[in-house]
């Protein structure tokens, strides 16, 4: 069975191919930072205004097929620690990442159907956030008030691994 952090690491986020990633704000609104999705060459390959404390990873299961999510806080150090999981499958909280606490419905306006806490023994806390952006894992970035992001439209041909990490923006 994978470690949450084993998981993690190899998370892919995806982007819509029509939403645009680099959107500004309208000066008053506009985020002082971005996350910032740089492929191995270390080419930008996307940007999304990031304006609070919090985002989100979802991806497609792949031994469940179906769609899970793992969602970070922002410490004030710039590193991520993992607050949440969610999946539409209880078995993916329940077996994959086998959390010692009971999943719980979530809220009817959330994107998943089920939400535990990761296990408080065995904190994940990340500064880089590395990503295989493949079609298969159907990775999403997904960061409050801005489209989601499918990053496996952003590699094309190239390396699938992709780095997420949050810069001021200039």
């Given amino acids: 069975m994978p470690k949450p952090a084993v998981a993690i690491v190899a998370l892919a ?19 002082a930072q971005a996350i910032v999705i740089r492929g191995q060459d270390g080419d930008v390959l996307a940007s999304v205004p990031f304006h609070g404390e919090h985002f989100a990873v979802s991806y497609r299961n792949s031994i469940y ?3 899970a999510e793992e969602r970070y806080a922002v410490l004030p150090d710039g590193r ?10 209880l078995a993916v909280l329940e077996e994959y990442y086998a ?19 990761p296990d408080p023994e065995r904190p994940t806390v990340l500064r880089i956030l ?10 999403t970035v997904h960061v409050p008030g801005e ?3 499918e990053l496996w439209w952003l590699v094309g041909d190239r390396d699938p691994f992709v ?4 810069e001021e923006k200039p």
């Fill in 99 to 117: 959390v010692p606490g009971a999943p719980r419905r979530a809220a009817e306006s959330d994107r998943r159907e089920w939400v535990v806490s």
């Fill in 147 to 149: 489209p989601p992001l």
């Fill in 130 to 139: 590395s990503i295989a952006a493949t079609d298969l894992g159907e990775r």
């Fill in 13 to 31: 986020c995806l982007a819509s191919p029509g939403a645009s990633a680099t959107g500004l704000g309208d000066g008053e609104n506009e985020a």
């Fill in 80 to 89: 991520y620690r993992l607050v949440e999981i969610a999946a539409d499958q």
């Fill in 65 to 67: 097929g179906t769609l």
């Fill in 163 to 166: 780095v997420l990490d949050i």
